[in-house]
Nanobody, 119 residues
Framework: VQLQAFGGGLVQPGGCLRL?????????????MDWYRQAPGTQRELVAT???????NYADSVKGRFTISRDSAKNTVYLQMNSLKSEDTAVYYC??????????????WGQGTLVTVSS
């Protein structure tokens, strides 16, 4: 099983970006799909999460600005980020709880994609 994240880049304050993360492999099922971020010198923090049933939850710092969504048919999770601030600068990681063929439910991480918010 692999998770590949895309969509990071350089954006000006107030701008927007859309991250995507696709899971591939011998996948039988996916439960939660999440986005985390880690800024230099800080711990990794949970940004947003979505369950298989479509429930979502957000860190207070991104509520009203970020939207997480998923396409279950494509095993893909998205993070739409609007009104970006300099403090959103970080490496963003996707995470998913996946049941793969021949394995137990396990947590998998994507490789991270850098988002830089700067003028």
């Amino acid at each position: 099983v692999q998770l590949q994240a895309f969509g990071g880049g350089l954006v000006q304050p107030g701008g927007c970006l859309r991250l995507s993360c696709a899971a591939s492999g011998s996948i039988i099922g996916i439960r939660a799909m999440d986005w985390y971020r880690q800024a230099p010198g800080t711990q990794r923090e949970l940004v947003a999460t979505t369950t298989a049933g479509g429930s979502t939850n957000y860190a207070d710092s991104v509520k009203g600005r970020f939207t997480i969504s998923r396409d279950s048919a494509k095993n893909t999770v998205y993070l739409q980020m609007n009104s970006l601030k300099s403090e959103d600068t970080a490496v963003y990681y996707c995470n998913a709880e996946i049941l793969a063929s021949g394995r137990l439910w396990s947590s998998y991480w994507g490789q991270g994609t850098l988002v830089t918010v700067s003028s």
